[in-house]
């Protein structure tokens, strides 16, 4: 499947942890390390941490048109003139886009400290409730997020930096979204993850549909 359509909006795996989201009246991408051959503009960017996968800034200067705007945490936006600065907790609205960043962390690793404040963001494009979860492992906050009825849930799947495919699945039965969607794994660029989305699948309860994305970035 290349692409994931709940109520008019349109989801697409670029690569990675990059996506495009379409609505009716505005397009969206996650952290744009992957990109089409041609993609088409974007009217906000979310961007969940300034790790060079996540926030690319000559692919973010690709998609962005006069009046794109930028958000994520102040080690994102702090490059950028057209932007809104995010910490865990914010709720904020963009371009009619309601967009509330949760947290994102390791809690072992070190890879992405609590203290930093990377964040993953649950956002509403016509109606439809998008999880992203940005670079994290299974945290306790997830917990929170049963009570925002989220449709689709992004979630990594990787290992190593982020969560494995059980973690994941822990993720998508605590969270239960309509449809969890795998991410943060293969081979992309300077980055490789192996990880099986039918193991992550095996683990994922039944109310849950897990949607194996086809990219349609390049990388």
């Known amino acids: 499947m290349r692409a994931l359509e709940v109520n008019g909006v349109k989801i697409e795996w670029l690569g990675h942890a990059s996506f495009r989201i379409t609505g009716r009246e505005v397009v969206i991408y996650t952290d744009p390390y992957i990109l089409d051959e041609d993609p088409a503009k974007a009217d906000v960017v979310l961007v969940s941490h300034d790790h060079f996968d996540h926030k690319d800034d000559e692919n973010i200067a690709k998609i962005s048109k006069s009046d794109t705007v930028v958000v994520g945490p102040e080690s994102v936006t702090k490059d950028y003139k057209n932007s ?7 709720e904020v609205e963009v371009k009619g886009v309601k967009i509330k960043a949760v947290p994102a962390y ?11 404040g990377y964040v993953g963001f649950v956002f509403v494009v016509n109606g439809v409730k998008i999880y992203h979860a940005g670079d994290t492992e299974f945290i306790p906050e997830m917990e929170g997020l049963v009570s925002e009825c989220v449709d689709v849930a992004l979630l990594p799947i990787g290992g190593t930096y982020v969560m494995d495919e059980e973690q994941a699945a822990k993720a998508a039965n605590t969270i239960k979204p309509k449809y969890a969607v795998p991410m943060h794994y293969g081979r ?8 099986s989305v039918e193991k992550f699948r095996s683990m994922v309860s039944e109310e849950v549909e897990v949607i194996e ?7």
Do not use: Y
Not at 84 to 90: A, F, R
Not at 106 to 116: I, L, R, S, T
């Open 84 to 90: 809104v600065t995010v910490k865990p907790g914010d």
């Open 106 to 116: 390791n809690p072992a690793k070190p890879f992405h400290p609590k203290e930093k």
């Open 213 to 219: 994305l086809e990219p349609v970035g390049k990388g």
């Open 188 to 195: 992309w660029r300077d980055i490789n993850l192996e990880a």
